[in-house]
């Protein structure tokens, strides 16, 4: 059984950066992908950024391109979101993913940290 936990959560202001951190334990060996979705009140839950161990490639939302930027290491079964410029628009709980058991499915969660960016 694979664990998520989200880190770094917190209430900030426009224009602000924040750095979110999810660790995953209970597995030995990689994922092929780690991700960040969020979900804002009466919102829908959205993708936000991914990263494919595989290829190395890192995908984001249009919303987020050039504000964000996500990193990580397979190794250690870490990713983080390194987000700038923040808008009130960005509040939302954010939820760390792993794609554990097929490229391209995320079948573990973490329990979401809270984003709230004030105008």
């Known amino acids: 059984q694979v664990q998520l936990e989200e880190s770094g959560g917190g209430l900030v202001q426009t224009g602000d950066s924040l750095t979110l951190s999810c660790e995953a334990s209970g597995r030995a060996f990689g994922f092929f992908g780690m991700g960040w979705f969020r979900q804002a009140p009466g919102k829908e839950r959205e993708f936000v950024a991914a990263?494919?161990?595989?290829?190395?490639?890192?995908y984001y939302a249009e919303s987020v391109k050039g504000r964000f930027t996500i990193s990580g290491d397979n190794n250690k079964h870490a990713i983080s979101l390194q987000m700038n410029n923040l808008k009130p628009e960005d509040t939302a709980v954010y939820y760390c993913?792993?794609?554990?058991?097929?490229?391209?499915?995320?079948?573990?969660w973490g329990q979401g940290t809270q984003v709230t960016v004030s105008s």
């Open positions: 990263v494919n161990w595989s290829g190395g490639n890192s």
């Open positions: 993913a792993a794609q554990v058991a097929r490229k391209g499915q995320y079948d573990y």
